[in-house]
């Protein structure tokens, strides 16, 4: 019993040590077990690049494992084939889904598969991580469950039109590949060409299955074409046979620019041998910073990859590759941050009463978790930080690669933040170079081996010549005239635009084969105006308009001028006529009036200056008031003529009359000059001279027949009745002779050219006036951003400053054997102040100085009377004495002692009178009298009635003794009193 019990107690204890080990070892088994989680993966992988993604997805997931061992998720990859093919790629990832049920896919691998596939991926809430579909339109989708890892091609094309402005590319033709890839970039592309003032005049399309004959045909069409420049937007395996036939038909010789995106780019080391019909190729590539983990991993995927496809050689990583290890860290981070949560799928409702497949495709629980984690991840990645905005990429920076020889070499850089070119990139990723062109390239081999940039077009060898219509019209022959020979059936276009547009071709630095086609009817009548003429080079129908186009808002609108040629403007043409005045009036037209007047103010002005300074010593200015102002209003007309009697003997009036005297010189000179002109010279002068005169006296007006100037007068308000239409220059002259009063015109109205032609011809008869409305000149007209446009201005300058354009015009234009060089300008033959003012201005001065020395002396010669000492007398009354002797003769004068001295009928009284001076000779002055006489009493005296000591006439003094006495008085005054 005891043995059995035991026996029972052993086995007990067995039982209970068995199950607490298998307890540990469920307890050990559950802390060490992972969570797998089903990833699809969607490639090509009957292309090598398939494999390629595949195998750095699978190393990225070991990589990202083995650092992070105490994950408890792990992805597990499930690969299908898409078979390079939409509907193969979107069966592969129904499948995924449905049946695998997938919690993401990576891929697929191009923009067209991604399309279908992302829609799926909405439906069944699985998201979709494309790491090589680059098109915009793949954002029009707006998935939430859709992730673009790979560099958005719209990123490029800033890069890309920075080169085409960088070389002053104006035309560019892009070629893609017809569908989404291809299709998806272009408004992008035109939209940031048209910024930078480069326009895209034509479209390539290729198809992704063209073949060799196909391609080559429209690479035949680009060759008649002017433009040079290439854009190429493809998948590399089209690209490669574009290329090869492009090198065969002598499209990669010098001149051409072949420019690619990097779809290319980043793929031409994976290219090999087709490098070599890509010689001189600029290609747009995303930047890799080489880092040295880069370079170990590099090392690792080689040596995995040709351990895992041994039959495949010479394969190299892109950035297509780096983005696809990438991609797998990220889902593979996202996948541990949701955990085991929500990983079921449930099953969706039919949409119809018939099931299909993807009506009833499962949702899955656990798509919107990782939709999340997906948007909120970040890392270094392995080329980078890794990070996405609205579920793309952000921007990187490109890098521009030369191809030359077996490789590519980098000439420059464009980054996002700064948005330029560059030439190298630093630690800050701004620009080394020093100087203002920041944004040049490096040194570029260009197609053909060449070193001098192309510059962008060129006239095909092997095209069509250009053709340029001309102008068919009646009259001014001399500008353009299209002559036909009805036995040859040749047409000869001559004229004066025509040699100028043969002389600007012969400047160009390049051929310019053309041909002139007139542009008129069968019969050889003009087809249309100017204006349907420059519209048919909008149309296509001509390469441009050679002729007496004029420059115009409204033509503008269709095509692109160069600069004019001819002088602008729109002027009037009149009938001169002799002005030569035949009226009584005529003396009074050689002078203006405001010279008139002035000179009149002058001489009343200058006799007045002469009269102060002369009336006290001068017996000619002396006398009644009424003689003393006729005196000196005559002296100075008198001027004019120089007949005038009257003495000046004052130095200040003689100073005054030599300035006056050469002022009327020259005024009496040019009156005599002019008048002469007015009765003996012709004076022609236009019978109009605005244009509003024409509207006020209601005259006829003509126009060129179907010139656009009838516009411009109807817009001033000119009635129809008045226009008169014609076409040749003996038309016009005969309706100008006629006059408007006899049916004819009085003025006709055109552009500066043609009707300098006009009066170069009739310049005896008519002048121009104007410009009265304002045009640009006459011009060559060519398709909108046509490149032939600033070449053709730059030899239009040429041609001018080299004075052949001077020679040109006179071959054409020429004058008439009696007509003499004018100017055309006609003013007023009258003389105004403005030619004498300077004259007016010295006189007036002269004068003014002259007056203002006399009366400064005049002052200080009687200040005792007008400030006497200890006087009560008004200051009204001072004035007024200083006035009366202002009016008083100036007896000591030299002139009235010289008049003494001389006259013999004064006899003794005369000598009486001089020994009243001191010196016995003059009689003594004012001055000296009122120096021995208190002021005071002069002013008692003349309130008396007494008359002044100053005066010394006999009224002065009744008789001799009295003077005597008062002179004894005033020399001794004590001999004086013992007289009394």
């Given at each position: 019993m005891s043995s059995m019990e035991n026996q029972k107690r052993r086995i007990s204890i067995n039982l209970v040590l068995l199950s607490w080990i298998f307890m540990v070892a469920a307890i050990a088994a559950e802390n060490t077990s992972t969570i797998p989680v089903n990833v699809g993966v969607v490639v090509d992988l009957d292309e090598v690049s398939g494999k390629m993604y595949l195998s750095c997805i699978e190393m990225a997931l070991s990589d990202f494992y083995a650092s992070h061992a105490q994950y408890k998720t792990r992805v597990v990859l499930n690969t299908s084939n898409s078979h390079e093919d939409v509907v193969g790629a979107a069966d592969a990832a129904l499948d995924l889904i449905t049946n695998v049920e997938v919690k993401a896919i990576l891929g697929p691998m191009t923009s067209m598969q991604a399309t279908f596939v992302v829609k799926l991926g909405e439906k069944a809430h699985v998201p979709i991580i494309s790491f090589s579909a680059t098109s915009p339109s793949l954002t029009s989708l707006q998935s939430s469950y859709f992730f673009q890892f790979a560099q958005n091609d719209s990123t490029q094309v800033k890069a890309i039109s920075g080169i085409v402005q960088n070389f002053g590319w104006r035309r560019v033709v892009p070629i893609y590949v017809d569908n989404m890839y291809g299709e998806g970039i272009m408004p992008f592309l035109i939209d940031a060409l048209l910024e930078v003032d480069a326009h895209v005049p034509y479209r390539s399309v290729i198809s992704q299955s063209a073949t060799d004959e196909q391609i080559e045909i429209e690479l035949y069409e680009l060759m008649t074409m002017q433009t040079r420049v290439f854009i190429v937007h493809m998948m590399p395996k089209l690209a490669s046979q574009l290329f090869a036939k492009a090198k065969e038909?002598?499209?990669?010789?010098?001149?051409?620019?072949?420019?690619?995106?990097?779809?290319?780019?980043?793929?031409?080391?994976?290219?090999?041998?087709?490098?070599?019909?890509m010689q001189g190729v600029l290609s747009v590539e995303t930047a890799v910073l080489d880092t040295l983990k880069l370079r170990e991993f590099k090392t690792r995927w080689k040596r995995q990859f040709q351990q895992d496809y041994p039959e495949i050689i010479d394969v190299e990583l892109d950035a297509f590759g780096y983005r696809a290890y990438d991609a797998a860290f990220a889902i593979a981070m996202a996948v541990e941050k949701v955990g085991n949560v929500g990983f079921g799928f449930q099953k969706g409702n039919a949409s119809s009463l018939k099931s299909t497949d993807l009506g009833t495709l499962k949702v899955s629980q656990y798509g919107s978790n990782l939709s999340n984690a997906l948007s909120l991840t970040s890392f270094r990645g392995i080329v980078g930080d890794f990070s996405l905005v609205d579920r793309q990429l952000q921007l990187s920076t490109f890098m521009i690669v030369n191809v030359n020889g077996n490789g590519v070499r980098a000439v420059g850089y464009w980054t996002p933040e700064n948005g330029r070119l560059m030439k190298q990139l630093n630690s800050t990723n701004s620009c080394n170079v020093s100087g203002f062109k920041c944004d040049a390239l490096?040194?570029?081999?260009?197609?053909?081996?060449?070193?001098?940039?192309?510059?962008g077009w060129e006239i095909p060898e092997n095209g069509t010549r250009l053709r340029f219509g001309v102008p068919v019209k009646d009259g001014f022959t001399e500008f353009v005239k299209v002559t036909t020979d009805l036995g040859t059936n040749t047409t000869d276009v001559t004229g004066f635009s025509i040699d100028v547009f043969k002389a600007v071709v012969e400047l160009l630095p390049y051929a310019l084969p053309y041909e002139l086609i007139p542009y008129a009817y069968p019969n050889g009548t003009s087809a249309g105006t100017y204006n349907d003429l420059i519209y048919q080079v909008y149309l296509g129908n001509f390469d441009g308009v050679v002729g007496d186009a004029t420059i115009r808002a409204n033509r503008t609108l269709y095509v692109d001028f160069a600069m004019p040629y001819t002088e602008s403007g729109v002027v009037m043409v009149v009938p001169i006529i002799d002005s030569r005045t035949k009226n009584a009036w005529v003396f009074l037209q050689p002078l203006t009036w405001n010279l008139w007047m002035t000179t009149l103010c002058f001489f009343i002005f200058i006799g007045f200056v002469i009269w102060v300074l002369e009336h006290r010593i001068n017996e000619d200015f002396r006398g009644p008031p009424s003689h003393q102002v006729g005196t000196s209003f005559w002296f100075s007309f008198s001027t004019m003529v120089f007949s005038h009697r009257e003495r000046v003997v004052s130095n200040l009036g003689r100073f005054v009359m030599i300035i006056w005297v050469f002022v009327v010189l020259i005024v009496t000179q040019s009156y005599t000059a002019n008048l002469a002109s007015l009765l003996t010279v012709p004076k022609l002068r236009p019978a109009v001279n605005d244009i509003n005169d024409l509207l006020r006296n209601g005259d006829n007006v003509g126009y060129m027949r179907g010139a656009y100037v009838y516009g411009l007068l109807k817009e001033v308000k000119f009635d129809d009745s008045k226009l008169k239409a014609y076409g040749s220059m003996e038309e016009i002259d005969d309706a100008l002779s006629k006059g408007s009063a006899n049916g004819g015109i009085a003025a006709i109205v055109h552009e500066t050219p043609y009707m300098k032609l006009l009066v170069a011809k009739y310049c005896s008869k008519y002048t121009m006036i104007g410009p009265i409305f304002k045009t640009d000149g006459f011009g060559?007209?060519?398709?909108?951003?046509?490149?032939?446009?600033?070449?053709?201005?730059?030899?239009?300058?040429?041609?001018?400053d080299d004075g052949l354009m001077t020679k040109i015009e006179d071959k054409w234009i020429k004058k008439d054997s009696n007509c003499k060089d004018s100017d055309g300008n006609f003013s007023s033959s009258a003389l105004g102040l403005d030619s004498f003012w300077g004259l007016f201005l010295i006189a007036g001065i002269a004068s003014i100085f002259a007056l203002i020395i006399f009366v400064t002396s005049f002052l200080y010669e009687h200040k005792h009377v007008l400030m006497p000492p200890d006087s009560g007398t008004s200051k009204l009354k001072r004035i007024r004495t200083m006035f009366e002797i202002f009016n008083e003769k100036k007896l000591?004068?030299?002139?009235f002692r010289s008049s003494r001295h001389s006259d013999s009928g004064i006899g003794a009284q005369d000598h009486e009178v001089k020994a009243l001076s001191p010196n016995n000779n003059w009689p003594e002055s004012p001055q000296s009298y009122t120096n021995h006489t208190d002021a005071?009493?002069?002013?008692?005296?003349?309130?008396?009635?007494?008359?002044?000591?100053g005066q010394a006439s006999p009224e002065t003094f009744p008789n001799i003794e009295l003077a005597i006495t008062i002179q004894e008085t005033h020399e001794n005054p004590e001999t004086t009193q013992s007289r009394a």
């Open positions: 038909i002598g499209m990669m010789n010098k001149g051409f620019v072949w420019i690619t995106t990097n779809g290319i780019g980043d793929h031409l080391k994976a290219m090999g041998s087709v490098m070599n019909s490096g040194p570029i081999i260009w197609p053909g081996e060449s070193s001098s940039v192309p510059k060559f007209a060519f398709p909108k951003n046509s490149p032939l446009v600033s070449d053709i201005t730059q030899a239009i300058l040429n041609l001018t000591n004068s030299h002139t005071t009493s002069i002013f008692s005296d003349r309130e008396q009635g007494t008359p002044s000591h």
